[in-house]
Nanobody, 121 residues
Framework: QVQLVESGGGLVQAGDSLRLSCVAS??????MAWFRQAPGKRRELLAASPWSGASPLYGFAPPGRFTISRDDAGNILYMQMNALEPEDTAVYSC????????????????WGQGTQVTVSS
């Protein structure tokens, strides 16, 4: 059974940076992605790594502020978040799938527990 464990969230001030990590274990995953869900809003895909070594796909990630990367073994997905804004406050979740199908949450089979990011003004 694949397990995903996120880390790196927390309470920061506007303008700060955070780096989120997601470690996959227990099985083989190809696609990995970061989603976020702000209060009262839909879960949205920020960025995805369709498979290890592939170019990232960016969805709702703020251009120029959020970037993703993946380790060589393909088991860890990172997201560097710079110049954070209060509007970035949300629960950030890592997701994985055997194959990248779309940006819809339903197409990802495994999910981490989520990590809270709170940005104060």
């Amino acid at each position: 059974q694949v397990q995903l464990v996120e880390s790196g969230g927390g309470l920061v001030q506007a303008g700060d940076s955070l780096r989120l990590s997601c470690v996959a274990s227990g099985g083989t995953v190809n696609a990995m992605a970061w989603f976020r869900q702000a209060p009262g809003k839909r879960r949205e895909l920020l960025a995805a790594s369709p498979w290890s070594g592939a170019s990232p796909l960016y969805g709702f990630a703020p251009p120029g502020r959020f970037t993703i990367s993946r380790d060589d073994a393909g088991n860890i997905l990172y997201m560097q978040m710079n110049a954070l804004e209060p509007e970035d406050t949300a629960v950030y979740s890592c997701a994985a799938a055997r194959r990248y199908m779309s940006d819809r949450p339903v197409d990802f089979e495994w999910w981490g527990q989520g990590t809270q990011v709170t940005v104060s003004s």
